[in-house]
Structure formats: C-alpha cells, structure tokens
C-alpha cells in the first residue's frame, strides 16, 4: 500500500520513522481522520483547518501547503484503489535527540499520511449502540510513566524560553506536585526535608527514592507532604531529582529567591551522596566480563552502605543461586560482608545496564 511517510511516498512495508521522532517519545504530534466516500472527501477543509490550529495551538507550523496535503491524499488514493476508507494524518514536531524542551532544537516537521480501506460501502441506517460513562481522566495519572508528555514538554518549553531550568505543575489548591521531569524538594525552616507524598499527583521517582534513603541514612529528617508555594517562602533549599538531573539545587522559584540565590550544603551533600553510589556501582560493573549472556540484579541498601556495596544476586530463584552469587562476587573482587536473603516484591528495573544485560535494581530494600 502506497503510503506518504517522513515527507516522502513510499510503500507501507518500507515506510521509516526516526525512534527520536517527538511524536513516539511524547506524543509530540496532532493528527485528523478524514473520511473518503467514493471520490469525496467527507470535512476535508475542516479537517485541515483544525491540523493547523492544533499545531499552533502546541507551537509549530507545517511548511507543507494544503493544497499540496490534498495533492498527496489524491494521490495516495488513486493507487490505493480507495473506495470507502479512511485517511489518517499525522504531523510531529520532528525529530531530535530526546530532550523534553524543544527550544532552540532543529527541528523539521514530520508528515505521515495513511489511507485505510473500509469494505462495505457506509451504512445509512445502524443500529444503535450501548455506552457507559466513567470519569475523565485525560490526563490526571502522572504516576504513570507514559510517553504522554506533551504537557510536560510545553511546560518545561516555556520556561527555557524564559530562562528557567525547570517547570513546577501546581494542583488545584496551588500545591506543588513536581517538576515537568523531575520530583521537587525542600529543606524547610525547621531543617526537614519535605517532598511530595505517592498521592498519585507525581510520578514516584526512582532518584527520589534513592534520595529518600540517602537523606535517611544521612540522618537528615523527612516529611512526605504537600509543598505550598508558602513553604518556599521560607524555606532553606530546593532541589529537584531525576534520572537525568541526579539531585539539581534550586536557587528561585516564580520571584522568590531561596538561600539568598547559592546552592545549599545539604543540596551539595545529597548530589555528592547519590553520584558517589553510582560512581562506585559503574565502576564495578564495568569490571564484569563474563556476563554476556546472565542477568545481574544489584540491590542497593543505602540504610547500610557497606551491604549496598557489596550486595549482589542473581536473577530467578535467589536461593538457589546464593553459591553462584557469591562465587561471581567473589570473581569480582568485591569483599562479601554478607548475603542477605532478599525477596524481591517489586522488579523495578532501570536498564541503567542494559548493554551488558544486567539490570540495576534501584528499589531500596530494608535490611
Ligand atoms: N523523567 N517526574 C517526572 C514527570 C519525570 O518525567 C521524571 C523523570 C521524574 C523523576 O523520576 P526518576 O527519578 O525515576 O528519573 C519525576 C525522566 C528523567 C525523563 O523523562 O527524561
């Protein structure tokens, strides 16, 4: 089936579409359905006029003409000896290393145009069909982590093109819930951390966890609470923590200055932790040859540094593996201080180290 794909015709099967286009990583792309009735195109005007409207509406302009888009639908249906079907259009912002923001990326438009066969000619008369109603979610389930972002990348767009490094979503009683990629912090007035609780609001960050033991096992007093804009007020530090940011100071938010502007010690102390841990995991990791075709899981537990260091399993049945494990430690060099006899509920993998196909197990387990 003839299709026109990335700017071009081409077949169906040798269709290509870049895996960093923003549309695949964040829904980063509108798109219209236009119905063919034998030689009409049923709203076609409409249909095109929306296109462009929700392009502007999300901040990017087709270079492609309609009438040259209409061009390309003939065509596409003509050899697709459509009769009754469907066209579905598609347009990205285009393609890029991934990056929610897109300011100052070069970007080119990406259009896909599909046409879909539909058998039978359309029905004047159906019967009628039954419906339920259910809540509107779209989108309220940040603690999913979809590849639905475009809320996120316009967010945190609009804040690069006013100088700012992050956005931070507010809910409807003006309380944060986290950054547009990111958890947020504080270190308020009475030297307590606080940081949004899994309320369903924020996505449950994997550094945010980490963090949550690393402040733990340094001692250091955490509350999971609702973050007002009051509270930064008065607060001593903010910082945000991500896969991709690690722990990031925060030195203002909207006007507010925080720390008189300076990163804070425990901003510094809390990075400095997280980066020396995974320092160290790398390194020993590395280090491993032989596990081309294994599966490795690393438990850190950051309650008990030397456990973290020194905690290694396999995969599958723990126990049964116990002698394996500690024979691979030991071919590691690692000095085994104890093999704890872990059950592992929740498989949170980050693929962190995914070319030697071992997988990082970033959940923190108690001892
Ligand atoms: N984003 N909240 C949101 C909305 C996020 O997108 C992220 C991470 C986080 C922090 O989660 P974690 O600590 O597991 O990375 C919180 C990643 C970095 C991204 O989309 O690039």
Redesign the pocket.
């Known amino acids: 089936m003839l299709s026109y794909v990335n700017n071009k015709f081409c077949s169906l099967d040798n269709a290509k579409i870049s895996v960093n286009d923003r549309g695949y990583q964040f829904g980063d792309a509108v798109y219209e359905v236009i119905l063919y009735k034998d030689g009409k195109f049923l709203d076609m005007e409409g249909h095109l006029k929306r296109l462009r409207k929700s392009m502007s509406r999300i901040d990017f302009e087709l270079n492609i003409s309609d009438s040259a888009i209409k061009t390309i639908i003939k065509r596409l249906v003509t050899e697709n000896n459509l009769k009754y079907g469907s066209i579905y259009i598609q347009v990205s912002r285009g393609e890029y290393f991934?990056d929610?923001s897109y300011f100052n990326m070069p970007l080119k438009p990406i259009l896909v145009i599909l046409t879909k066969k539909i058998k039978e000619k359309f029905k004047i008369v159906v019967p009628g069909i039954k419906v339920f109603t259910t809540l509107d979610t779209r989108w309220s389930n940040?603690d999913i982590?979809t590849t639905q972002?475009l809320p996120?990348v316009l967010a945190k767009t609009e804040g690069m093109k006013n100088g700012f490094g992050e956005a931070l979503f507010l809910d409807d009683n003006s309380y944060i819930t986290?950054?547009?990629?990111?958890?947020f912090w504080i270190l308020d007035k009475n030297n307590i951390l606080n940081t949004r609780s899994l309320d369903g609001k924020?996505?449950?960050?994997?550094?945010?966890d980490s963090i949550l033991n690393c402040a733990k096992n340094k001692k250091i007093k955490v509350l999971e609470k609702k973050i007002s804009l009051d509270d930064i007020k008065t607060c001593k530090e903010a910082f945000i923590?991500?896969?991709?940011?690690f722990v990031t100071p925060v030195v203002q938010v909207d006007e507010m200055i925080i720390n008189s502007g300076l990163v804070g010690e425990f901003s510094n102390l809390l990075r400095k932790t997280y980066l020396e841990l995974n320092d160290w995991f790398i390194s020993k990791l590395n280090n491993i040859s032989n596990l081309k075709e294994k599966v490795l899981i690393v438990i850190p537990i950051i309650n008990n540094y030397k456990i973290f260091k020194d905690s290694f399993y396999y995969r599958d049945n723990i126990d049964s593996r116990k002698s394996e494990t500690i024979s691979l430690v030991n071919a590691m060099k690692v000095n085994v201080l104890e093999v704890l006899n872990i059950k592992i509920n929740n498989f949170s993998s980050?693929n962190l180290f995914n070319k030697n196909k071992l997988v990082y197990i970033s959940e923190v387990i108690q001892k």
């Open positions: 991934r929610h940040p982590k972002l996120n986290e950054g547009s990629s990111s958890n924020i996505l449950a960050g994997i550094t945010r923590t991500s896969a991709s940011s980050a």
